[in-house]
Every structure is written in structure tokens, then in C-alpha cells.
């Protein structure tokens, strides 16, 4: 691509515009992945309840022999041809700016986390030396856009799913930022290629509750699963988007569907060694031994997006059980419970990086065995130790709603 | 020769504030345009708008941005020690152990003070 710039500009700028068109792929292929992610999620979802999903969108005519009508995976192009089509509706009263900015900042919260993912080994956008700092500042311009949106619309349900994003949103984020900073601390850098470089055995299974404290906080962090108490659609008829319509609407959905795979993409680069493929030493893909790099690199794209689909599976399937929470319940659980449990976890995994010899350079599998081991060990110990202390509240809070709601048979209300 | 990791930064936040921009510039160019007062009044379930959307909010809400902000910025001074954290010696993580008990121990007072409170 730069050599075939090179022939009309300087060097310089025909890098400059190669790298120009590579942000503009990137950020294409990403808003146009959500169309096979929202399709996926939908089948999964229907799975999930016990119904089909779509299953009748197909191109062509219609037969018994035309497969382009199996699994309806048409579905989503055509909701995106509907949705061109729908008329742009700004009601009275609205802040212009602010209204029609806001899906534009949205969306552009999680394209931006694409500059940094590493899709393989060579294929990056580019390799920030602050990738995981990155991350978290782009994450909170969403935030905003939120916050705009509900403000902007002139809407009580607006105004009131905005304000409600404030508290869960940056409540959320601190217990996801100290759960970041695990892999930093284990891979001793912010990078995110360089995370994954280390990861001889992948942190997930060294340290698991920093896994499950991170994806926790990064569900409430997109808004869906038990967290989507800023759309709410039974209680404030969708919140923070109720008045927006045709592709503004499509903006907020597609970045929601976007930022859930990219939360997948994440757990997959920092906790589950992302390119790296099981048991394929490093520099045979860094090298291109035996196959070629261009192979190896495809490789490791196949493994990385599987990898992502896993994790984007295990979120759909946790939106898809549990119930809404209740915002004074979502909140208590941040504050008294993830983020003092994510700063204990912190410390412990530091104390234990510490305390066994080598862990400063690790450079192969056989290094990173044994700090493994013991860090999984401790992370035993804790998930046992957390599960009592879980298991003590439960049952006093038991014991005390049956006792404000059953007064007079509280002796024989079960308690546990 | 490679250009800057921050130039392609700044590269890619053009490519993602346009993209979105062209999809929601197509959306007004090829949707209908038939506008309506009844259409363009604030959705409330279908009844008309009553009172302004303007309501008063609890000043709670700047309790939950205060108590963030504390955290936001103390987690900031993590990155740097977890960055380096390999190349430290001891005294880093008995340093640390003081300063998120510090954190933890302003956490539980705040807790105690029922400003976490949601009623």
C-alpha cells in the first residue's frame, strides 16, 4: 500500500496515508462485524429462551435448495437497509448539538479501542506503550455520549437514564480499572502486544478472580446483562435513547453490540493469551518458521477472534439469565463488595508476585509454571474465602427481611 | 520509516468520528422528512408531556462522583508502580500496602457515613 503512494507523494506521506486508509479499515470491518455479532447474539438469546431466533431472512429466491435462507443470517442486513430508511426524528425542545452528537461520541468510544487490539502477531493498529491506559481513557468518552444523549433529549426518562449512567457507569469503572492492572503488574508493561507475549500460560488461569472481578465490572461497564438499568425498556421505556429514531437509534445499538464483543476481544488479549496459539512456542510465529508469517499470522487471528467468541458467548449467556438488579442493590454490590474485594486482590497477587524468586523475568513456559501454580492456589483460597463471607451476608440479609415481613413468625421463617 | 503510535491515534479518532457521521448523514439523506407536531413531541408512553423534564435530582448523585473521582485519580498512581512494579524492590509493596489501606480505610468511613446510601 505505501509503495503504491510512493509513486505520486513523499515517503512520508504516502505512510501517513497508508496508515490513514488502515484506520478507516479497521474502524469499517469493526462497525460491520457487529452485523454477524448481532445476528450471533440474537440466535444465541433465542436459544437461551427457548425459541428459534431468526430464521427467515435469506437473498434470492425462495426454495427448498436456495441455503441462503438457513439460520436467517440475513437478518441483520436487512434491519440495516430498514434503518437507513427510516425518517431522522428530532423532537421539540432538544439540545442540537448535544442530540446529535451524542451516538456519534458513543460509538466513537469503541471504535477508538480498536487502535490497539492486537489481531495477531504483526497485524496492529499501532502498539501504544500505554495501551491499557488507553483504553480505560477512551472507554470513559461513552460515558459521556450517555450522558449527552439523555440530557439532550428534552425527556424525563432521558434525563433520568443519564443520571443513572453517572452513578453505575463510574461506579463500575474503578473496580475494572485496579482488575487492569493485573496484567500489567504480571506482564510488566502496558502494552498490549507485549501482554500477550507474556503470557506463556494464559493469566486466566493464574489469576481467575481478577477474570471474573473484570468482566463483572466490564458488563456494567457496556449497560446490558443485570447492569441495563440505563435502558431499562420495562421501566423508563429504554432510557438515555427513547427519542432517538433510524440510524441515530442504529449508532446506540451497534456500539453496545460492539463494545460486548470488544469486551470479549479484551478478556480474550489480557486474560486468555489472545494471538498466542496453545502450545506453539513464540518465535516460531514470530519468526514464520515452517509456515510462513503471513500463515502464522492468520493463525493467530483465527485463535484470537474463537477465543473472543468464547468470552462474548459466556456474557450473552450471563444477560441472558440473570435478572435486573436494583439500582440501590447494583450499587451496594459495587462499592461494599467488588471494588474493596479488586484492591484485596490486587495486593494479594502483588504479595505473591513478590514473594517467589524470578517472576522479574519470564521468558518461558518453565518460568511462568510455578508462579502460576501458587497464584491459582491463593486465588482458590480466595474464591473460598469470598464464598463464606457471600454465604454470612446471605443469610443475614435473609434473616432480616423475614423478619420485617413475617414479624410474628420469625422464629420459624427459614434463615438459610 | 514509521509515523508516530500517536499520529495513527489521531488518525483513527478522524476515521471513527466520520464513520459514524457518514452512517447517520445517509440515514437523512435517504429517510422521509415529513414533519409532524404531534410526532416531534417527547415520547411519554403515548400521553401528552407533563411538567417540563427539567426535575430537581438528589445531590447524592455528586456524592458517587466525588467518592469516583477520589478512586479514579489514586488508581491513576497504580499504572505507574504495577507498570514497574518487576523492577522495584520490597518497598514498593509494603508502599502500597499503606496506600490502598489508606484507600480501603476512606472507603469504610464513607460506607459508615451511609453516603453510599441509595434511598
Given at each position: 500500500?505505501?509503495?503504491?503512494?510512493?509513486?505520486?507523494?513523499?515517503?512520508?506521506?504516502?505512510?501517513?496515508?497508508?496508515?490513514?486508509?488502515?484506520?478507516?479499515?479497521?474502524?469499517?470491518?469493526?462497525?460491520?462485524?457487529?452485523?454477524?455479532?448481532?445476528?450471533?447474539?440474537?440466535?444465541?438469546?433465542?436459544?437461551?429462551?427457548?425459541?428459534?431466533?431468526?430464521?427467515?431472512?435469506?437473498?434470492?429466491?425462495?426454495?427448498?435448495?436456495?441455503?441462503?435462507?438457513?439460520?436467517?443470517?440475513?437478518?441483520?442486513?436487512?434491519?440495516?437497509?430498514?434503518?437507513?430508511?427510516?425518517?431522522?426524528?428530532?423532537?421539540?425542545?432538544?439540545?442540537?448539538?448535544?442530540?446529535?452528537?451524542?451516538?456519534?461520541?458513543?460509538?466513537?468510544?469503541?471504535?477508538?479501542?480498536?487502535?490497539?487490539?492486537?489481531?495477531?502477531?504483526?497485524?496492529?493498529?499501532?502498539?501504544?506503550?500505554?495501551?491499557?491506559?488507553?483504553?480505560?481513557?477512551?472507554?470513559?468518552?461513552?460515558?459521556?455520549?450517555?450522558?449527552?444523549?439523555?440530557?439532550?433529549?428534552?425527556?424525563?426518562?432521558?434525563?433520568?437514564?443519564?443520571?443513572?449512567?453517572?452513578?453505575?457507569?463510574?461506579?463500575?469503572?474503578?473496580?475494572?480499572?485496579?482488575?487492569?492492572?493485573?496484567?500489567?503488574?504480571?506482564?510488566?508493561?502496558?502494552?498490549?502486544?507485549?501482554?500477550?507475549?507474556?503470557?506463556?500460560?494464559?493469566?486466566?488461569?493464574?489469576?481467575?478472580?481478577?477474570?471474573?472481578?473484570?468482566?463483572?465490572?466490564?458488563?456494567?461497564?457496556?449497560?446490558?446483562?443485570?447492569?441495563d438499568l440505563l435502558e431499562g425498556e420495562s421501566e423508563i421505556v429504554a432510557g438515555f435513547h427513547v427519542e432517538y429514531s433510524g440510524m441515530k437509534f442504529g449508532m446506540f445499538m451497534v456500539s453496545?453490540?460492539?463494545?460486548?464483543?470488544?469486551?470479549?476481544?479484551?478478556?480474550?488479549?489480557?486474560?486468555?493469551?489472545?494471538?498466542?496459539?496453545?502450545?506453539?512456542?513464540?518465535?516460531?510465529?514470530?519468526?514464520?518458521?515452517?509456515?510462513?508469517?503471513?500463515?502464522?499470522?492468520?493463525?493467530?487471528?483465527?485463535?484470537?477472534?474463537?477465543?473472543?467468541?468464547?468470552?462474548?458467548?459466556?456474557?450473552?449467556?450471563?444477560?441472558?439469565?440473570?435478572?435486573?438488579?436494583?439500582?440501590?442493590?447494583?450499587?451496594?454490590?459495587?462499592?461494599?463488595?467488588?471494588?474493596?474485594?479488586?484492591?484485596?486482590?490486587?495486593?494479594?497477587?502483588?504479595?505473591?508476585?513478590?514473594?517467589?524468586?524470578?517472576?522479574?523475568?519470564?521468558?518461558?513456559?518453565?518460568?511462568?509454571?510455578?508462579?502460576?501454580?501458587?497464584?491459582?492456589?491463593?486465588?482458590?483460597?480466595?474464591?473460598?474465602?469470598?464464598?463464606?463471607?457471600?454465604?454470612?451476608?446471605?443469610?443475614?440479609?435473609?434473616?432480616?427481611?423475614?423478619?420485617?415481613?413475617?414479624?410474628?413468625?420469625?422464629?420459624?421463617?427459614?434463615?438459610? | 520509516?514509521?509515523?508516530?503510535?500517536?499520529?495513527?491515534?489521531?488518525?483513527?479518532?478522524?476515521?471513527?468520528?466520520?464513520?459514524?457521521?457518514?452512517?447517520?448523514?445517509?440515514?437523512?439523506?435517504?429517510?422521509?422528512?415529513?414533519?409532524?407536531?404531534?410526532?416531534?413531541?417527547?415520547?411519554?408512553?403515548?400521553?401528552?408531556?407533563?411538567?417540563?423534564?427539567?426535575?430537581?435530582?438528589?445531590?447524592?448523585?455528586?456524592?458517587?462522583?466525588?467518592?469516583?473521582?477520589?478512586?479514579?485519580?489514586?488508581?491513576?498512581?497504580?499504572?505507574?508502580?504495577?507498570?514497574?512494579?518487576?523492577?522495584?524492590?520490597?518497598?514498593?509493596?509494603?508502599?502500597?500496602?499503606?496506600?490502598?489501606?489508606?484507600?480501603?480505610?476512606?472507603?469504610?468511613?464513607?460506607?459508615?457515613?451511609?453516603?453510599?446510601?441509595?434511598?
Amino acid at each position: 500500500m505505501t509503495g503504491l503512494f510512493e509513486n505520486i507523494v513523499s515517503h512520508g506521506w504516502a505512510v501517513f496515508l497508508a496508515k490513514l486508509i488502515g484506520a478507516f479499515v479497521v474502524g469499517t470491518a469493526g462497525l460491520l462485524w457487529t452485523l454477524i455479532g448481532i445476528w450471533f447474539e440474537r440466535k444465541v438469546a433465542g436459544r437461551f429462551q427457548d425459541r428459534l431466533g431468526p430464521n427467515r431472512v435469506g437473498l434470492g429466491p425462495k426454495g427448498r435448495f436456495n441455503l441462503s435462507y438457513k439460520f436467517g443470517w440475513a437478518q441483520s442486513i436487512a434491519d440495516l437497509i430498514k434503518i437507513f430508511l427510516k425518517e431522522d426524528i428530532r423532537n421539540t425542545g432538544t439540545d442540537r448539538w448535544t442530540f446529535n452528537l451524542a451516538p456519534i461520541m458513543v460509538t466513537m468510544s469503541v471504535v477508538l479501542l480498536w487502535a490497539v487490539i492486537p489481531f495477531s502477531d504483526g497485524w496492529i493498529g499501532t502498539d501504544l506503550n500505554v495501551g491499557v491506559a488507553y483504553l480505560i481513557a477512551v472507554g470513559g468518552i461513552g460515558t459521556i455520549g450517555v450522558m449527552m444523549a439523555g440530557w439532550g433529549s428534552n425527556n424525563k426518562y432521558s434525563l433520568l437514564a443519564g443520571f443513572r449512567s453517572v452513578a453505575q457507569l463510574i461506579s463500575y469503572e474503578i473496580p475494572m480499572v485496579v482488575a487492569l492492572l493485573v496484567p500489567v503488574l504480571m506482564a510488566g508493561s502496558m502494552s498490549t502486544q507485549t501482554i500477550i507475549r507474556q503470557q506463556y500460560i494464559a493469566f486466566m488461569f493464574a489469576v481467575p478472580m481478577t477474570l471474573l472481578i473484570f468482566l463483572i465490572s466490564g458488563q456494567a461497564e457496556n449497560g446490558r446483562g443485570p447492569f441495563d438499568l440505563l435502558e431499562g425498556e420495562s421501566e423508563i421505556v429504554a432510557g438515555f435513547h427513547v427519542e432517538y429514531s433510524g440510524m441515530k437509534f442504529g449508532m446506540f445499538m451497534v456500539s453496545e453490540f460492539l463494545h460486548a464483543f470488544t469486551l470479549g476481544l479484551l478478556t480474550a488479549i489480557l486474560f486468555m493469551g489472545g494471538w498466542r496459539i496453545p502450545f506453539v512456542p513464540l518465535d516460531w510465529v514470530q519468526e514464520g518458521k515452517y509456515l510462513g508469517s503471513f500463515i502464522w499470522n492468520l493463525l493467530g487471528f483465527v485463535m484470537l477472534l474463537s477465543k473472543a467468541m468464547i468470552a462474548y458467548f459466556v456474557l450473552i449467556w450471563v444477560r441472558m439469565t440473570l435478572p435486573r438488579l436494583r439500582i440501590d442493590h447494583l450499587l451496594n454490590f459495587n462499592w461494599k463488595f467488588l471494588v474493596p474485594l479488586s484492591l484485596i486482590n490486587l495486593l494479594v497477587v502483588a504479595f505473591v508476585w513478590k514473594a517467589i524468586p524470578g517472576t522479574d523475568a519470564i521468558n518461558s513456559f518453565a518460568d511462568a509454571f510455578i508462579p502460576s501454580v501458587v497464584l491459582l492456589i491463593v486465588n482458590m483460597a480466595m474464591f473460598l474465602g469470598v464464598g463464606a463471607v457471600l454465604a454470612d451476608k446471605g443469610r443475614q440479609e435473609r434473616a432480616r427481611v423475614a423478619a420485617r415481613v413475617y414479624p410474628e413468625t420469625v422464629e420459624a421463617a427459614p434463615t438459610n | 520509516m514509521s509515523l508516530h503510535p500517536w499520529i495513527f491515534i489521531g488518525l483513527f479518532f478522524i476515521a471513527s468520528a466520520a464513520l459514524p457521521s457518514v452512517a447517520i448523514g445517509a440515514n437523512w439523506l435517504l429517510g422521509p422528512k415529513r414533519p409532524n407536531s404531534v410526532k416531534h413531541e417527547p415520547y411519554e408512553c403515548g400521553v401528552e408531556m407533563v411538567g417540563s423534564p427539567w426535575a430537581q435530582f438528589r445531590a447524592q448523585w455528586y456524592v458517587f462522583a466525588l467518592v469516583y473521582v477520589v478512586f479514579d485519580v489514586e488508581v491513576v498512581f497504580l499504572f505507574p508502580w504495577a507498570y514497574a512494579y518487576n523492577s522495584l524492590g520490597l518497598f514498593a509493596l509494603f508502599e502500597v500496602f499503606v496506600f490502598i489501606a489508606l484507600l480501603l480505610v476512606a472507603l469504610w468511613y464513607v460506607v459508615r457515613k451511609d453516603a453510599l446510601e441509595w434511598s
